[in-house]
């Protein structure tokens, strides 16, 4: 580019830097549009009823009505906001529905929202601590209201997902279980005997994913069977552990499951820490097993005394992850890992090259409560959004109190359905819920329950998914939108009946 070509203002009326800064970021439309939203925005929320919980329609219509080349030249944003309403809108899954109780719940919520709006202008990329001082210093802060809030008082940070989470606790306990092997630190894995990792048979698939990630051979990735109530079985486990001893693995790594996302049964974490601890005089090596547990959906209820029982045994653990993008009012992504012992954490995963390192002065005494951290240390990626700030902006709105409040009301809507279902005999229920899942089934079996699901799919009325539990197939029922009112869920109730006795709504 010449000199000359330089758009530089040439008389008194060209624009100011000012106006050509407003320019580049398309700021006046920006302005105008994001108003048009948040009326949008009021509707949306309100007034859901007015479009189906899911319409995918024909695979492709999207696709397909998205011009095949980016234009040449730009289009208004108003446009484009049109154009998302009309081609892009109505074939999403709506997670906010008051119809939707498929998966989990993944919540949202305005705070959230309007931080969205805030995290996305600054743009700061918090990965080390004088990259955004005041971003890594708050989400210390509310990593520490949170577990606080759930009774663990380790430190930790923010991530994007469970699933990562995950991943960085088991190279944690890979890199800790290596140490003892000088050889792996140059010839990796090949160079020690293998390690062994566990994990009940209902445990989230992310749990086995990251042990593959991670390079364990999926020979020694092992799923215990459950006891009746689908937590784990502590003396199978037990046993299995030093079996692998006997034969010369290495066990290493055990999760524990909080909430699975089949049924939300809960593993007893005290008893697997037991059962790792009880194979210590005959085994060696278990010294080093890293119990991690994945609480993903079920952690937030831990904010309530009446549910803290299910964090008994967790500080005994190693890592604990939760995710307030599920039920903590806090849209995805943002995921909570903690950690007991972070140097031997940060250990497996730091990376320092000279053009990340702190310039800035910081005292790294923490006479002042406060030890600053630089969080690329606690990741996979470098790169992260300021997750910090959208939890900041939910915990301080909401409160305890109202945070509280909302998930019992959740609770309650949840024993409420159970209710009505138990009383029906057109509907079989695995178990009491323990929270807010509960799944169904009909009383002739799978073929019949297949069927039900299938039809309340295309009656589009409400959205569930199905899962299979010992081999049996379920219809889940997750309560826990932000929303979510008795009315939705006694009209979910209605829908289910009409549903199984074949009615339409208007004869109903
Ligand atoms: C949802 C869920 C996960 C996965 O969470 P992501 O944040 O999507 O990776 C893992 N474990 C359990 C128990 C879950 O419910």
Not at 232 to 261: E, K, M, Q, Y
């Amino acid at each position: 580019m010449t000199h000359e070509s330089l758009d530089r203002p040439q008389t008194s009326d060209s624009p100011s830097v000012a106006e050509r800064r407003a320019a580049a970021y398309r700021l006046e439309e920006t302005e105008a549009v994001l108003r048009k939203m948040t009326n949008w925005l009021r509707t949306y929320w309100t007034q859901p009823e007015h479009w189906p919980v899911y319409q995918p329609g024909q695979t492709g219509d999207t696709y397909r009505q998205i011009a095949p080349e980016m234009p040449t030249k730009g289009q208004p944003l108003d446009e484009v906001f049109c154009a998302f309403q009309q081609t892009v809108l109505p074939r999403l899954l709506h997670w906010n529905h008051p119809g939707f109780f498929g998966f989990f719940p993944s919540n949202t919520s305005g705070p959230s929202v309007a931080a969205s709006l805030l995290t996305a202008s600054l743009n700061v990329n918090p990965f080390s601590w004088n990259a955004g001082p005041g971003a890594v210093e708050l989400e210390a802060r509310v990593v520490e209201w949170l577990g606080a809030a759930i009774g663990l008082p380790w430190p930790g940070c923010l991530q994007d997902t469970a699933s990562s989470s995950t991943l960085c606790a088991v190279i944690a306990a890979r890199e800790r279980a290596l140490a003892r092997f000088p050889e792996a630190q140059e010839e990796g894995l090949r160079a020690a005997p293998p390690l062994a990792a566990y994990l009940s048979e209902e445990a989230h698939s992310s749990v086995e994913k990251a042990l593959l990630l991670a390079g364990i051979g999926g020979a020694y990735i092992h799923k215990i069977p459950t006891s009746d109530h689908l937590g784990i079985d502590a003396n199978a486990l037990h046993a299995a552990i030093l079996a692998d001893h006997s034969r010369g693995r290495i066990p290493f790594f055990v999760c524990s499951s909080l909430g699975t996302t089949s049924s939300t049964a809960f593993d007893d974490v005290h008893a697997v820490q037991s059962a790792i601890e009880q194979t210590r005089p005959a085994a060696k090596y278990t010294h080093t097993i890293w119990h991690h547990v994945d609480a993903a959906l079920a952690g937030s209820a831990a904010i309530l005394p009446e549910q803290r029982w299910m964090m008994n045994g967790v500080k005994e653990a190693d890592s604990f992850v939760f995710n307030p993008h599920k039920w903590l009012f806090t849209h995805f992504e943002c995921s909570a890992l903690f950690v007991r012992d972070k140097e031997t954490y940060k250990a497996a995963l730091r990376s320092d090259p000279a053009y990340l390192q702190n310039h800035t002065e910081k005292s790294d005494d923490d006479s002042n409560g406060y030890s600053p951290e630089d969080y690329r240390n606690w990741s996979i990626q470098l790169g992260r959004g300021f997750r910090g700030l959208k939890l900041w902006f939910v915990l301080s709105t909401y409160g305890l109190d109202g945070i509280q409040k909302l998930l019992r009301h959740h609770l309650q809507l949840t024993q409420h359905l159970y209710k009505l279902l138990a009383d029906d005999r057109r509907f079989v229920v695995l178990s009491p819920p323990r929270l807010n899942t509960i799944c169904i089934a009909c009383p002739k079996g799978d073929h019949d329950t297949r069927q039900l699901y299938e039809r309340i799919i295309q009656r589009k009325r409400v959205y569930l998914t199905p899962t299979v539990i010992r081999d049996r197939f379920w219809i889940r029922i997750a309560i826990g939108q932000t929303a979510v009112q008795i009315e939705d869920v006694e009209s979910l109730y209605s829908e289910l009946i009409d549903t199984v006795t074949g009615r339409s709504r208007q004869e109903a």
